[in-house]
């Protein structure tokens, strides 16, 4: 699913072109171990700015840079991954990961634009899947880096040990206890073709505020997680149960304020749709769809989240 840095390519040259090369991938690791583009952004950096702070001679004693720097910030996301837990309690409400847009949206621009293009930041496949990230914020750190590195970026155990400190069976053993998680999650997989024209349906009835057309379109026991953060409204506790979410979706939208308007997106590598205020990306909304029936939706409106959508 992911390439690894470094991978096949011998020693790289420590410049700054040759560091620069490995940022994509970095950004890429770091984003699915932390589930955050701004703390991944953040990690990458503390990760460049430990290279530079050493001398010349002890950069030029590192093999592989790109190994080295990988391996840094893999350490740096396993610590911030400790203390995630501690300040996650203190949210208020409901913790989401951050979402990214598609590669048919932008960042700060049009496409064309140099280093707008998300796919500059992230690439999107399943391993950044909504339902995969909220899966991985049900494990313990090391499991999390143990699966991302070895299933994703293709590390074997023992150089995922000698990134966590811990024994190739110790991480086969982390790796294996959450590759059970993802499969106690895993639905049928559906078309993205059919995920799109559910959707879709979805945001017609919602905008039509038919109730029956919206439980219909969810799956009975279904639920939707909101996070505001305590920065803006949002439902602190899960909404469950087909009617509820319906009637709560409309209410939703009949005290919506003028220009608010629904767009369908995508969100991390999958159909969502997004909220847009007077042009500004309010909510985003991503879902979990098993057979023809919406299982889950995650609703972001953390507006500390959404910066990467602030142009889409």
């Known amino acids: 699913m992911g390439n690894r840095p470094g991978q096949a390519r011998g020693r790289a040259e420590p410049g ?7 940022r994509r991938q970095l950004i890429n690791l770091a984003y699915r171990l932390l589930g955050s583009l701004s703390e991944a952004e953040d990690a990458v950096q503390e990760t460049y700015a430990r290279w530079y702070a050493m001398t010349r001679e002890q950069q030029e004693a590192i093999v592989n840079p ?16 400790g203390s995630a837990r501690a300040r996650r309690e203190r949210y208020v409400g409901e913790w989401i990961p951050e979402p990214v847009p598609g590669q048919a949206e932008w960042i ?3 496409p064309g634009t140099a280093g707008a293009d ?7 496949d399943e391993s950044v899947s909504m339902a995969f990230l909220v899966v991985l914020e049900s494990m313990t750190p090391a499991e999390r880096v143990a699966l991302i590195l ?3 970026f293709g590390y074997s155990f023992a150089e995922v040990a000698g990134i966590t400190g811990r024994s190739p069976a ?23 073709t059919r995920q799109a024209a559910i959707v879709g349906d979805f945001r017609r009835a919602w905008e039509a505020r ?12 279904a639920s939707v997680v909101a996070d505001g953060g305590g920065l803006v409204s949002a439902a602190l506790h899960p909404i469950e149960g087909s009617e509820q979410i319906a009637r709560y979706i409309v209410d939703i939208a009949s005290r ?27 909510t985003v909304f991503a879902f979990d769809i098993a057979g023809d029936r919406v299982r889950h939706i995650w609703a972001v409106r953390n507006p500390d989240k959404l910066q990467p959508w602030r142009a889409c």
């Open 118 to 124: 998300p796919a500059d930041r992230v690439t999107l």
């Open 150 to 152: 070895h299933d994703v």
């Open 108 to 110: 700060g621009g049009r």
């Open 256 to 282: 919506a304020p003028g220009g608010m308007t629904i767009l369908e997106r995508t969100v991390n590598g999958q159909p969502g749709l997004v909220a847009r205020q007077d042009g500004t990306v309010v």
């Open 16 to 22: 700054p072109s040759a560091l620069t090369g490995e």
């Open 210 to 221: 038919d109730i029956r057309a919206l439980v219909g379109l969810l799956d009975p026991d």
């Open 66 to 81: 790109a190994a080295w720097l990988t391996t840094v910030a893999s350490r740096i996301c396993l610590d911030v991954l």
């Open 170 to 192: 110790a991480c086969r053993q982390l790796a294996s206890a959450a590759r059970r998680r993802i499969r106690d999650a895993r639905r049928p997989p559906v078309s993205a």
